[in-house]
């Protein structure tokens, strides 16, 4: 193992270390055998919930994912950052910064999640105060359902402020001006990848959806396959309070540690992978995708996510006019002959190999 470095690394980040896995919660994993310390801030909160929200939450809280268990070696700190939006929360932000993060980020590096640029004080000094400032942008966060402007403007001012900005949407990509730029796409870990076919041998076929449902899934695509009486449908990961149809709610089955869901998935003889058609989906990358890969399960969606390589290969599109009992039994049933690339096309995207692009970024002299 390499030496650790004699630094630190602060992670801020928009959701909290139990949500569904992003890129940044990977990283950390890494992080670990890299720093002395590694910080997680979770939570840089982007708005305030109105109490309506607070109270469907509330009522909600048995649907909430808790799949990533916390790393014993990593110091997670609850954020106290409050959203950019008026003079009153900038200037607790910057109090808040200058008494609680300020000399922690001295010859730190930061990784930033969040599009806040008062978790590095809103300061062009940053870059004389900690070693190296990342910041992963999101493909959405231009055009975020609230307060836009507000948003365009946080996501502007913190390219500005960091000296690297990676993402994995090429389409954001082509957006940044900034000269230190790199695009690293989702992986998967190890322990997902497969090492034989596996059939479920079940009386019925039985289809998992797994992650955060919300709003931006593919809805209908779901309600016609509940509809099909020969298929077994369940949901698990998180159900955003938005979903509120009682069908999909019944074939929710509750959150699983993350490293539990490939013995899961061996259970089933496919996966759903199911967004909405708009701008949010035609630049997503979804980690979701590499790792159904890894698993060697027959994926299904109405999607077409031409971006994404390997997309066009190995995912079985469906159609709602589709029979979709016949079709995916069909394909299912065929599916060993696709079985061997899907895994093999896996591993060459491993969450490793990710982190090797990123560590690069992090030794380059600026």
Not at 165 to 192: A, C, F, N
Not at 265 to 293: C, M, R, V, W
Request: hydrophobic share 35%; net charge positive; proline share 2%.
């Amino acid at each position: 193992m390499t030496r650790k470095k004699e630094k630190n690394m602060i992670v801020f980040s928009e959701i909290s270390w139990n949500f569904l896995k992003q890129r940044h919660h990977f990283f950390t994993e890494h992080f670990v055998n890299e720093y002395r310390k590694v910080y997680f801030v979770e939570r840089v909160v982007s708005r305030i919930p109105s109490l309506l929200e607070i109270f469907r939450m509330l009522l909600n809280k048995k649907k909430e994912n808790l799949s990533n268990k916390r790393l014993e070696n990593v110091i997670f700190v609850r954020s106290l950052f409050l959203p950019n939006e008026n003079i009153f929360f900038r200037m607790w932000n910057k109090l808040y910064w200058l008494i609680s993060w300020r000399n922690k980020q001295m010859r730190s590096d930061i990784y930033s999640f969040t599009n806040n640029p008062y978790i590095v004080g809103n300061t062009v000094k940053i870059k004389k105060i900690a070693d190296r400032f990342i910041f992963d942008v999101i493909h959405n966060w231009w055009n975020f359902p609230w307060k836009k402007e507000i948003h365009k403007k946080n996501v502007e001012r913190q390219i500005f402020l960091a000296d690297t900005i990676v993402t994995d949407s090429h389409e954001t990509y082509q957006l940044i001006t900034k000269e230190r730029k790199k695009i690293i796409p989702p992986g998967v870990s190890e322990d997902w990848i497969s090492n034989h076919i596996t059939n479920a041998k079940n009386n019925k076929i039985k289809l998992i959806f797994f992650g955060s449902l919300r709003a931006n899934s593919d809805i209908k695509l779901m309600k016609k396959i509940i509809q099909e009486k020969k298929i077994d449908f369940s949901i698990f990961g998180r159900i955003d309070q938005s979903i509120n149809d009682e069908k999909l709610v019944s074939c929710y089955k509750g959150s699983v540690h993350n490293e539990e869901l490939p013995k899961l998935i061996s259970n089933y003889d496919g996966i759903i992978i199911s967004y909405d058609e708009n701008s949010f989906s035609s630049s997503i990358s979804p980690a979701k995708f590499y790792e159904s890969l890894a698993t060697g399960k027959p994926i299904f969606s109405r999607n077409n996510l031409k971006h994404l390589d390997g997309w066009s290969k190995f995912v079985y599109q469906l159609s709602l006019e589709d029979n979709m009992y016949k079709k995916i039994t069909q394909k299912v049933k065929n599916h060993e002959n696709l079985f061997s690339d899907q895994v093999n096309y896996a591993k060459k995207n491993l969450w490793s190999n990710r982190f090797l692009e990123l560590k690069k970024i992090l030794n380059d002299r600026l």
